[in-house]
């Protein structure tokens, strides 16, 4: 192993040693350990919304079968950005406070559809990452019982865009909720939790679709991601895994285009690891006579 | 409540627990092992590029059967599910190997100086190394005693097998990891 001679010069019994010394004091990286935390909370939260569908006493056809892929997606939401951490919270507060007002409403409860700022669907064209620039919670919002002590500080959420769409933002809490506010909230979230639910079917499309090696359908779901949601929950794990993709499909160039303008634009995604990676790979292709 | 649990695939005991109850348990989960976890994923081959995601799956699937895992039972099950996770993840890796390759820690290195930093590098890819001309057997039994300095008790108990097994596979797992490290450094001489 090149580098390691000197590593090999020391005595087998102390080398031994400190190679299991170094291995001992090997600890997990922070953000791992506090994107386990809101993941884990997300996927109790999955719990709870399963228990909460009794409360809210609809939608209980959504759930069928989605519940693990919502708290799925739900936590990449969450560690990627503020607003996985807003549907949460409405969650957590009509789970566990069905009498305090929910008072939320989500961004994923607004359609995006018709964005005049949607950017062209074919991934040949260099297309630039649509990034949704995600506002920090409002220092007036309600904190969340459980999910927020987890949650990744407002500071870290990505702020960078790269088309000028309109902010996710969350609206101020009701001073004096009612009933119809209640159910509107309802509705909201049930509303969010359907487009949410269709944002993580696609994804999840996708990710089947790079682990068997199949680029083009990769790129296929991701096309009609970026299609229907120019401004989604999930858009960070769509850039990844649209890098992924790209770069499986063979436009190592473009790959690497887009690799460059993910770690620039959210430099404190969890996925920044992995798309250095691929990164990596793809100058290492492009030196190469 | 008990209608959508029965229709579901797999419906979650912890369901009925109230999500504070979940949440809570959840987060001491992490809190307790999530280096051990961690250490563990990577000293099974899994790359530190993608040592997040694996532990990530680990805590997930124990956030969701949460209400099967025995208090005090935390870390069997966790093992279990590295394990899972890890062959999982080694047999897709295998296939863009190309595409993942390890890349410097995120965190933990401001404290570090390049030096420290290299040689920690340099340390860890050589047992890796070294850890992987083991068979898995032994390697999960070297890794839980010299890296997590586990007792063989504890290892038994954890892994499922007994105290013997756990001691005769340490013994030619051990010399194992010597008999490489001979090699290596005859190689490097």
Redesign the interface.
Known sequence: ?P???A???KP?AE??E???R???A????????E???Q???A??????V??G??VLGSR?SL???T??LV??WL?AGMSTGLLGLTVAQGV?QL??EPAAPPALSTATSTPARANPHSVPLAPESAAPLVVAQLSPATPAATPA???AS?ARAPSSAPALAMAPVAPIAREPKSPSPTSSARTEATSALANSKSSLTRELTLLEQARSAL?Q?AAGGALQALDQYRSEFPRGALQVEAAALRV?AV?QSGDRALAQRLALAFLANFPTS?R???V???S??FVGDAQKP | MSDLSLALDSPPAGARDSVGNSDTRARALVNDHFDFVWRLLRRLGIPEADADDAAQQVFIVGTRRLADILLGNERTFLYGAALRVASTMRRNSARRARFIRSVPAESDTSLRTPHDELERHLALALLDQLLSSLDDDQRAIFVLCEIEELTAPQVAAIVNIPVGTVASRLRRARHSFGAELKRLKAQGT
């Not at chain 1, 996927?43 to 709870?48: E, F, K, R, Y």
């Open positions: 192993m580098g390691s001679d590593l090999l010069d087998s080398l031994t400190l190679l299991l170094v291995a001992r090997d600890a997990a990286p922070r953000e791992a350990r994107r386990a935390l993941n884990v909370a996927a109790a939260l999955g719990l709870g399963l228990s569908t009794a209980a759930l069928k079968g519940s693990w708290a799925k936590a957590v789970v566990a019982q459980s999910v987890s682990a090696r992924e770069g969890a920044c690891a992995r250095r990676a691929y990596e790979v």
